[in-house]
């Protein structure tokens, strides 16, 4: 993984141009990672294009260069030197870009254990608060100075993945990184208000009917919302839900929470989150999904009662066996 790290960091170097992507419904570390690798390229001598499956969600919009995002697949790999993958745990959800797989190498930079080394150069740091934090180490062995919006996206990365320095990835040194990227002089309110209170009307309005028919298990232990497709199509767009499966993690007896929203008719995506030592990356995994100890995802087939039925049924078989 060294030698593999020592390969990307002489490939940032060497100048060129760069395919940048992330996973499909991009979060707030991959949107920030992509706007500070770019940076890193560029203060390097490089260039790069970045694309996505989905628009940048509004809330990251405030970030500088988000407006330079896009989301069709190039017509031709030829002006690339390589395709940097960020903050993706699965090649299959690289937004697209790697089925059928580029002939250029792959660079895989990401955070999730569950991560398979999908890329010709990998560099996956499960320790690593968020892909961010991975980004910032780069940035010190290249020698340049995260200021300005290059230090703004890393602290977005950071701030995020860790939801607000809450979860259990809110280690020491995602506090030292953010610490030195607030001390560059940085505004972490300005960026507190880009993220977290930039929410449209008819959000919060959906957000109000969603949470009175919250649910949860007569033991309190699991508690979760629906968002049916109707409502769903309510929202400016589907991102600005991104973190609501937070809410019924939020009651005190919850120790599994769920989001279930119906993203098209018969199609489920599944947001759990969980508090301490439960993992539903392992109880995505029986889905196909995956992701981190305290929060993963995965997408399922069926009517959203009959799919809110099964997962409530594994989830509490889930929490009996750990
Ligand atoms: P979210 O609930 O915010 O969409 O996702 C939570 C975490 O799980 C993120 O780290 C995300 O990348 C990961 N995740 C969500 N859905 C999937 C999935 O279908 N497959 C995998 N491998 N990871 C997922
Ligand atoms: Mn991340």
Known sequence: MNRDRSRILALLRGGGRFLVTSHVNPDGDSVASQCAVRLLIESLGGSADIVNSHPVPRNYRFLAGTSRFGVRPPRTWKPYSAVIVLDCGDARRASGLLDPRPPLPVVNIDHHATNPRYGDLNLVV????????????????????????????????????????????????????????????????RIAQGVYESVSFETLQVLGTTLAGLRRTPDGRICWIRLPYTVLGKLASPAESEEWASYPRSLDTAVISVCFKETAPGQVRLSFRSKGAVDVA?????????????????????ALAAVERTVIAAASRHLGRS
Not at 143 to 168: K, N, W
């Open 282 to 302: 392992a109880l995505a995994a029986r889905w196909g999904g995956g992701g981190h100890r305290n929060a993963a995802g995965a997408t399922l087939q069926g």
């Open 126 to 189: 499960p320790d690593a608060c968020s892909t961010a934090e991975i980004v910032h180490g780069l940035a010190v062995s290249l020698g340049v100075r995260p200021e300005g919006p290059l230090a703004e996206a890393l602290y977005t990365g950071i701030l995020t993945d860790t939801g607000s320095f809450r979860h259990g990835n809110a280690t020491p040194r995602a506090f030292r990184v953010a610490s030195l990227l607030v001390a560059t002089g940085i505004d972490p309110a």
